[in-house]
T-cell receptor, first 109, second 114 residues
Framework: SQQGEEDPQALSIQEGENATMNCSYK?????LQWYRQNSGRGLVHLIL?????REKHSGRLRVTLDTSKKSSSLLITASRAADTASYFC?????????FGQGTELSVKP | DGGITQSPKYLFRKEGQNVTLSCEQN?????MYWYRQDPGQGLRLIYY???????QKGDIAEGYSVSREKKESFPLTVTSAQKNPTAFYLC?????????????FGPGTRLTVT
């Protein structure tokens, strides 16, 4: 039961550039979460945005949510090599968190 | 030092054998989850538990079993009935049930069955 779909599947940028990842979902949600996963590791929670919020910031991260378009975006500003990871959006469906397939971000020094 | 631990990090088994993956948390969280991740894929929910002695099937529960006898522990058994058990298994916990809460993940166990 796929709820969130990330786009693009892979993104390669130079250090210092901004990275934007998008997530689209099918059914209405109460909130949407973004997670990061370094290769071979567990996921780390980044941001939770509620359905009545349009934008949220955390350090170099900015998340937007457009419930009318059923989409969210994650912007990482001034990227660093350490930002290289996979990024997943997750939405609630029937009380369970459903993860998308992720965007693989590569930041080259 | 609070967190979730999973052991072992790597596990190798022969086909036909059951294997149990350990997950322990000291965050005092009520809910715990098991996910499976295949290469280049997102996470798929196997089982989850909201409270001690209670658990529910996720999207891909066939061939797996769990128990929740203690709040801190949620072991996952991969049985011989699981047709394609080789995968990366992630355990998570959250303060409460559902998607209102962020989930805290363990480091994962990579299971290889040959």
């Amino acid at each position: 039961s796929q709820q969130g779909e990330e786009d693009p599947q892979a993104l390669s940028i130079q250090e210092g550039e901004n990275a934007t990842m998008n997530c689209s979902y099918k059914t209405s949600i109460n909130n949407l979460q973004w997670y990061r996963q370094n290769s071979g590791r567990g996921l780390v929670h980044l941001i939770l945005i509620r359905s009545n919020e349009r934008e949220k910031h955390s350090g170099r991260l900015r998340v937007t949510l457009d419930t009318s378009k059923k989409s969210s975006s994650l912007l990482i500003t001034a990227s660093r090599a350490a930002d290289t990871a996979s990024y997943f959006c997750a939405t609630d469906q029937g009380g369970k968190l459903i993860f998308g397939q992720g965007t693989e971000l590569s930041v080259k020094p | 030092d609070g967190g979730i631990t999973q052991s072992p990090k790597y596990l190798f088994r022969k086909e036909g054998q059951n294997v149990t993956l350990s997950c322990e948390q000291n965050l005092n969280h009520d809910a715990m989850y098991w996910y499976r991740q295949d290469p280049g894929q997102g996470l798929r929910l196997i089982y989850y538990s909201q409270i001690v002695n209670d658990f529910q099937k996720g999207d891909i529960a066939e061939g797996y079993s769990v128990s929740r006898e203690k709040k801190e522990s949620f072991p996952l058994t991969v049985t011989s009935a699981q047709k394609n058990p080789t995968a990366f298994y992630l355990c998570a916990s959250s303060p409460g049930r559902g998607a209102r809460y962020e989930q805290y993940f363990g480091p994962g166990t990579r299971l290889t069955v040959t």
